[in-house]
């Protein structure tokens, strides 16, 4: 997802896969509208921060070839049990210093950009995608915009649970560009117990109106938009969409 291991780990990538595909469900139909031409040529899909393959399922039912990738080696470890074969590749990926393949497509919801460092390395990874994306490819991604804070203000935990998990999570926010989630989960033991997990995930904001002009200058047309299709998303989460014209 972000920029290192230490995030989503086994207990808390589990939790992620349980109770918290609504997003990529939600997201799907729109993108994989957007993507039927790529899919038409048959083309390759690169998605960045793939989780635990929730959004992957859905783009190769859609007959997609797929590289999935993720900075988690936890989320990748759920992803294998849950694509299995379907994929042509699962990669271990971090942003933005990992190189990226060359792709006719690149996807990726869950706001994975929004864990990186800073607002520089947000547009070095923006700046590597539209590297890597090919002649009428196509883009398609999520990130937390600055509203994704300040709509939050205020707003000091969340707390979710089913049958085999629980989750509680802090808010706060130490600056304008910055949202951190302090978050513990429960997860059952074999023998009936319940064991404890805690991990802390910072998220940067960014203004993401200034987004298509950065892309424009690597050759990708893109806009900012509220959703891929008809979803409705959390406020302050935004969409960009973009293409790389034909040569």
Known sequence: MGTSDAIYQPDLALVHHRGFGFHAAACAPGILELLAPVRDRQGLVLELGCGTGLLTTELTAAGHRVIATDASAAMLAVAREVVGDL?????QLTLPDDRLPQADAIVAVGHPLSYLPDAQA???ALIAMAAALRPRGVLAVDICD???GRARQGVP???GAAK???IITRFSMPAADRFVRDITTFLPNPDGSWRRDSEHHEN???DTSLIPALLRQHGVD???RPSFGTETNPPGLRVVVGRKPAR
């Open 87 to 91: 994929v042509q590749e699962l990669r």
């Open 122 to 124: 947000v547009d070095q």
């Open 204 to 206: 940067v904001l960014v």
């Open 164 to 166: 085999d998990w629980a």
């Open 222 to 224: 893109a806009q900012v």
């Open 146 to 148: 600055l509203e994704w």
């Open 157 to 159: 935990y969340f707390a």
